[in-house]
C-alpha cells in the first residue's frame, strides 16, 4: 500500500524553467491538496481538488497551476520559476468526509519534493 | 481570521523528561483540531485528532492533548519522551463551517537526546 506518492524527491532548477510535481495516490481518495512548507511558516496551501476535473486555488496560489485529469493523480506545475517557489512541497489526500468544501477527515501526506530555484 | 500560534519553535529534552507543545488558536466558531508529526526525511502523520467529546484525546506513541475551549488551546503531552521522538510536530485546525479549510500551524522542533 503505496499511501501518497510524490515524484520527483528532489529537483534543482534555474530561474525561468518549467517543471510538473506529480502526486499520486491509491486510496481512491476524492480531495487532493498540493502544499508548500517553508521554515518559520508551516504549511501554506497552493491548490486543491475536490474531484477528478476540478481544481480550486489556496492560500498562495499565484505561479503555480494544477490539474486533476485523473481521481488518482493530482500535478503541480511551475510555469516560470523563480527562487521565491525555493520549498518543500506536500500533496496530500483525504476522504470526502461528511459536509463542506474541505473534508473533515485526516489528511495523507507525501514524502515531499524538495525544490530550490536557483 | 483564522490562526494557529505554536510559540516553541525549538525544544531539546533529556530521554525520560516529560513534553508539552503548546498550540493556541484563534477563531470565533468550531473547530476540529490536529497534531501531526514528521519524523526526520519523513512526511507527516497523523499523531491525534479531535472533533468532539472527550476534551483529552489519547493519540498514538503515548501523545495526548487536552482541548481547553475557553483557552483556544490544544497542548500535545507526553509524560516521557524518547530519542525516536526526535521530530517537527505541527498543530493544525480545521473550521467547521464554510469552506473547512485547515490552518496549519508553523511547528515546533523537538530534539531529543539520548
Known amino acids: 500500500n503505496a499511501g501518497v506518492t510524490q515524484t520527483p524527491k528532489f529537483r534543482v532548477l534555474k530561474t525561468g524553467q518549467s517543471m510538473t510535481l506529480l502526486c499520486a495516490q491509491d486510496?481512491?481518495?476524492?480531495?487532493m491538496y498540493w502544499y508548500r512548507q517553508d521554515p518559520g511558516m508551516g504549511l501554506r496551501l497552493i491548490h486543491y481538488?475536490?474531484?477528478?476535473?476540478?481544481?480550486a486555488k489556496g492560500e498562495v496560489p499565484d505561479g503555480y497551476n494544477v490539474s486533476r485529469l485523473k481521481k488518482q493523480n493530482f500535478l503541480l506545475g511551475l510555469e516560470s520559476a523563480a527562487p521565491s517557489q525555493t520549498s518543500v512541497y506536500f500533496c496530500?489526500?483525504?476522504?470526502?468526509?461528511?459536509?463542506?468544501?474541505?473534508?473533515?477527515?485526516?489528511?495523507?501526506f507525501g514524502d515531499g519534493t524538495r525544490l530550490s530555484i536557483l | 481570521a483564522q490562526s494557529v500560534s505554536q510559540h516553541n519553535h525549538h525544544v531539546i529534552l533529556s530521554e525520560a523528561a516529560s513534553l508539552e507543545l503548546g498550540c493556541n488558536y484563534s477563531y470565533g466558531g468550531t473547530v476540529n483540531l490536529f497534531w501531526y508529526v514528521q519524523y526526520p526525511g519523513q512526511h507527516l502523520q497523523l499523531l491525534l485528532k479531535?472533533?468532539?467529546?472527550?476534551?483529552l484525546v489519547k493519540g498514538i506513541k503515548g501523545f495526548e492533548a487536552e482541548f481547553i475551549k475557553s483557552k483556544f488551546s490544544f497542548n500535545l503531552r507526553k509524560p516521557s519522551v524518547q530519542w525516536s521522538d526526535t521530530a517537527e510536530y505541527f498543530c493544525a485546525i480545521q473550521a467547521t463551517s464554510g469552506t473547512y479549510k485547515y490552518i496549519f500551524g508553523t511547528g515546533t522542533r523537538l530534539k531529543v537526546l539520548a
Open positions: 481538488s475536490v474531484g477528478e476535473g476540478t481544481t
Open positions: 479531535y472533533f468532539s467529546g472527550d476534551p
Open positions: 486510496m481512491n481518495h476524492e480531495y
Open positions: 496530500a489526500s483525504s476522504y470526502t468526509g461528511d459536509r463542506g468544501v474541505f473534508s473533515n477527515q485526516p489528511q495523507h
